[in-house]
């Protein structure tokens, strides 16, 4: 049973618009938040992450909201550019991250086109 | 700079051999994790180590086993590789206390023949 899910396998958007990730999750242990970004043939990087204290954490062109309510999270990347064409994979952690055990979801592929 | 360093990026093996998956963290990290990587299936825990020689298992541990010797050192061991083990497979590490993000390396492209 996924705990973490990111219901859309793809995502297009055109260069310079916003780009919204959706990663929705179903364990209420959860407590911290995070998004990484891939590219083919590489290891992921991290982007960006939240606390479950915080609804809103924003660093540049990405911003992360948490809706603890709705166990549900996005990432909004504004202006999008054709560099963020990656996989972007939603991970939760219980207890602070503690153990350390990233739950991942399975991937969104955004293509941004010029 | 931090890194996790695993020893091949790309590794062709044959069904029946051992294999052995190489991962090396220089942050001094007490968390290291093994994934593996499919289309559609996201990234899927094999293993993880909290410690120098103390293991868990993850959500789909049958078919590999895990070493850690050393803190900086988390090795990853296909006893018996078998066709269905074809897969990237990624190494990562992070520190124990407080909200803190996982590291990776930048992967093995294994492929079974």
């Known amino acids: 049973d996924q705990q973490v899910k990111q219901n859309s396998p793809s995502l297009s958007v055109q260069e310079g618009r916003i780009s919204i990730l959706n990663c929705d999750y179903t364990?209420?242990?959860?407590?911290?938040f995070l998004w990484y970004k891939k590219y083919p043939a590489e290891g992921p990087t991290f982007l960006i992450s939240?606390?479950?204290?915080?609804d809103k954490n924003e660093d540049g062109r990405f911003t992360v909201f948490l809706n603890k309510s709705a166990k549900h999270l996005s990432l909004h990347i504004v202006p999008s550019q054709p560099g963020d064409s990656a996989v972007y994979f939603c991970a939760a952690s219980a207890d602070g991250g503690s153990q350390g055990n990233l739950i991942f979801g399975k991937g969104t592929k955004l293509s941004v086109k010029p | 700079d931090v890194k996790v360093t695993q020893s091949s990026r790309y590794l062709v093996k044959r069904t029946g051999e051992k294999v052995f998956l190489e991962c090396v963290q220089d942050m001094d990290h007490e968390n290291m994790f093994w994934y593996r990587q499919d289309p559609g299936l996201g990234l899927r825990l094999i293993y993880f180590s909290y410690d120098v020689k103390m293991k868990e298992k993850g959500d789909i541990p049958e078919g590999y086993s895990v070493s850690r010797e050393k803190k900086e050192r988390f090795s990853l061991i296909l006893e018996s590789a078998s066709t269905n083990q074809t897969s990237m497979y990624l190494c990562?590490?992070?520190?124990?206390?407080?909200?803190?993000?996982?590291?990776f390396g930048q992967g093995t492209r294994l492929t079974v023949v």
């Open positions: 939240i606390s479950s204290i915080k």
């Open positions: 990562a590490s992070s520190r124990q206390v407080g909200n803190t993000e996982a590291f």
């Open positions: 364990n209420s242990m959860f407590d911290y």
